[in-house]
């Protein structure tokens, strides 16, 4: 399985970016897309997933409203639509997925066997 996101740069707050992420590999129903952040000094955490199958969404509290995953099955691209971007969406956004992972596990970084690099987001204020 090999992923890698994209589109990732620098803008003001109240901006918008598109991050992009080429993802192969998928075999389970229950294979799930997802988006983790990590900021300078703090933990990885979780933005948004997607699962493949049925294209259930599920949304990190502070990005909820804000933030629209979505996948495209004939490019196999997953992509997370970032509005009114704030300066604490800074950080270093990785894409992740994994072949069996329960909806309740979605949010639990551990529970991804694949990462692709990291695409850096810097929102100024």
């Known amino acids: 399985v090999q992923l890698q996101a994209s589109g990732g740069g620098l803008v003001q707050a109240g901006g918008s970016l598109r991050l992009s992420c080429t993802s192969s590999?998928?075999?389970?129903?229950?294979?799930?897309v997802g988006w983790f952040r990590q900021a300078p000094g703090k933990e990885r955490e979780f933005v948004a997933a997607i699962k493949w199958s049925s294209r259930h969404t599920r949304y990190g509290d502070s990005v909820k409203g804000r933030f629209t995953i979505s996948r495209d099955s004939a490019k196999n691209m997953v992509y997370l639509q970032m509005n009114n971007l704030k300066p604490e969406d800074t950080g270093v956004y990785y894409c992740?997925?994994?072949?069996?992972?329960?909806?309740?596990?979605?949010?639990?970084?551990?529970?991804?066997?694949?990462w692709g690099q990291g695409t850096q987001v810097t929102v100024s204020s």
């Open positions: 590999g998928r075999t389970t129903n229950n294979y799930v």
């Open positions: 992740a997925s994994g072949n069996s992972i329960i909806t309740s596990s979605q949010t639990t970084a551990a529970q991804y066997a694949y």
